[in-house]
Structure formats: C-alpha cells, structure tokens
C-alpha cells in the first residue's frame, strides 16, 4: 500500500525571538567587570569604626555577590524590550503543511 498525502495551507506567525540565555550572559560579564572596576578604583584603607583593612580581592568577592544579579536581572530585561520590539514587526505566512500517513 502507498502512503497518503494530505495537503494544508494554513496561516503561521513568524517572528524573531531574542536569546535570553545570551543577553543575561552579557549582563553577567557586565556585571563583572563593573565590579573590577569598582575594586580598582577603590581605596583600601584601613576602616574608621573596624580598624580593618580588606584586602582587594575580599572587595571584588563582595561587589560581584552585587553586580552579577543585577547583571543578569538587566539582561533579562533588555530581552523583554528587545521582544517587544520585535513582537511589532510579526509577520503571517501562508505555509503548506504536509502529513504522510503510512497505511
């Protein structure tokens, strides 16, 4: 027995989608290097009230327990206004669908 074909046209919505996993990437790595920065530009002298001095890398530890979620949250956020943006530019099609049932 020969398959049957069953032709379709019907409508479909084609749209572009941003990465998110790539976006809160990026915010990520913002993140940091903003807290490289920050550690860099910092003053490590010793505290007034403590009478501690913390080391450059205990500092950079600290900022990125920061950075990095708000990173990662500004990234993801940047992925929603990228999809708004192109939610306005959707298209519809005609596509033919084709089913092959196997008798």
Known sequence: MAPTDSHQTVEATVRRVPRYGVLMGIGVVVGIIAAAILTWTGSFEESQ???V?????QVFGFLLLWTVPIGLALGGVVG?????VARRHDRVVQVDRETVIDD
Do not use: F, I, T
């Open 49 to 51: 009230a403590l009478d």
């Open 53 to 57: 001095v913390y080391p450059p890398g």
């Open 80 to 84: 929603l206004v990228l999809e708004r």
